[in-house]
């Protein structure tokens, strides 16, 4: 646990290869840099901050705030997320009763890729995207894609499946980070050989080596939502 952008309590779930810690827990991932659940206590507004070379993805996982990127300020609830350029300056504000949780993704966004990401803010309902399938039992909706800037991710999703659904069983192959956050409900994991419990706040990374197949099973009455992101391979 840390405390980053000088008020948000944060705790890293996954992080990208570190050659110099190679047992560091949690990095698996090869593209993305660091995905974590923070949380900004109530009354509480974080440190104006912005990076020079990292682009950021904030999600709001539970609570209602106040979002400043540059001039832009947006009112936030569940569901909104905001892709934040690299050298805007932003500040999270919580100003209700209740802790604001935010899923926050970083991506590497030097110099050469200025080209590609913006030079405003994007910020997104999920509950206002249109609604597509996959997978079987997919019900998808897009947050963010490479056409609104992304640099090293190709897809930010918000992704349910029903009660007593399956998705398709599929692998990955080599080159891909593709993530499942569980956002709400619990459900039966198939990876490879293995059945799991994925539990609200459980995070898992597909072994990209073209041979493990994954696939989310919902055991239950109630839809299952995940957060979803990912670098894909050739």
Known sequence: MEITHGAL????????????DPLKPGAVMAYVKRFSRAVLEAGVAT?????????????????????????????????????????????????????????????????????????????????????????????????????????ALHSVLVVSIDGMRIAEPHPHGPGTDEVWYALKGDSLLFLGKELRRQCEGVAFMIPPDGQTPHASINDGDKPMQWFYFAHYGP
């Open 47 to 151: 440190t104006p901050t912005s990076h020079s070379d990292e682009q950021e993805i904030f999600y709001v996982a539970d609570g209602r705030g106040r979002v400043r990127v540059g001039d832009q300020m947006q009112e936030v609830r569940e569901g909104f997320g905001v892709l934040i350029p690299p050298g805007l300056e932003h500040t999270l504000f919580n100003d209700g009763d209740e802790p604001l949780e935010v899923l926050t993704l970083t991506e590497d966004a030097p110099a050469s890729a200025r080209g590609q990401t913006r030079t405003t803010a994007l910020m997104r309902d999920y509950h206002d995207q249109p609604v597509g399938m996959g997978h079987w039992s997919h019900v998808v909706r897009a947050l963010f894609g490479r056409e609104d800037g992304l640099v």
């Open 9 to 20: 309590i944060d705790r890293a779930v996954l992080t990208r290869v570190d050659p110099q």
